[in-house]
């Protein structure tokens, strides 16, 4: 049974960083695309960014420049790097998995998981 796990939400002022990862049992990072999303409330969720199998990365234009993403095949763990927080990036953080691609499109993606909560205050 594949299960992802998020963490390293919380809350932050505007102007600082947060890390979350996503840890993996069941499953074996590097052999699909991986991604993280976020839905804020009263809004669809959105692709951040997503990995390939070879590290080639493609992120939304809101979080070009500010936002990294990584993966650690061999502790199979996903990681986002979030720097120069701003209000707007406060929602729910999901990592997914098991896409064909590097896609920030979610319907690709097979596995997900339970979502972690950031909030960003001015």
């Known amino acids: 049974q594949v299960r992802l796990m998020e963490s390293g939400g919380g809350s932050v002022q505007a102007g600082g960083s947060l890390s979350l990862s996503c840890a993996a049992s069941?499953?074996?990072?590097?052999?699909?695309?991986m991604a993280w999303f976020r839905q804020a409330p009263g809004k669809e969720r959105e692709g951040v960014a997503c990995?390939?199998?070879?590290?080639?990365?493609n992120y939304a234009d809101s979080v070009k420049g500010r936002f990294t993403i990584s993966k650690d095949n061999a502790k199979n763990t996903l990681f986002l790097q979030m720097n120069s927080l701003k209000p707007e990036d406060t929602a729910m953080y999901y990592c997914?998995?098991?896409?064909?691609?590097?896609?920030?499109?979610?319907?690709?993606?097979?596995?997900w998981g339970q979502g972690t909560q950031l909030t960003v205050s001015s």
């Open positions: 997914a998995a098991d896409s064909p691609g590097c896609n920030l499109d979610p319907s690709p993606y097979r596995y």
């Open positions: 069941g499953y074996t990072y590097g052999k699909y695309s």
């Open positions: 990995v390939n199998i070879v590290g080639g990365t």
